[in-house]
């Protein structure tokens, strides 16, 4: 019978814990910063692949339906895509330093709400 209740609560357990962890883990998916915008698609990625040059920062663009992700580095993506007649932005914050802090004044500009 200890066997058995010891079988049955690892399930729950480990759901538990990946509940618990996708709430505490700001990488865990849900993004940062995540607005419609009514610049076009095009206009936004040029705005912060300029941005991004004038930090001397890389860009990795990959294509996504509809739109592109940006990747800068260190877990920081940027998604902007078209959505519902408007530009749906939405950033993911990954590893902060002093580098990076850019990526958020460059998404006011770039995609104001």
Known sequence: MRKLAVTLSVPLLLTACAQYQASHNPDAGDPM???MTSRPVSDVIQCMTQA????????KATPIPQGQMLDFGDSNIVKIRTDNGGTTFRY???????????IEGASKECAPG
């Open 52 to 59: 991004a040059a004038k930090h001397d920062t890389p860009v």
């Open 92 to 102: 993911y914050a990954g590893k902060r330093n002093t580098s990076n802090l850019w």
């Open 33 to 35: 910063k995540d607005n």
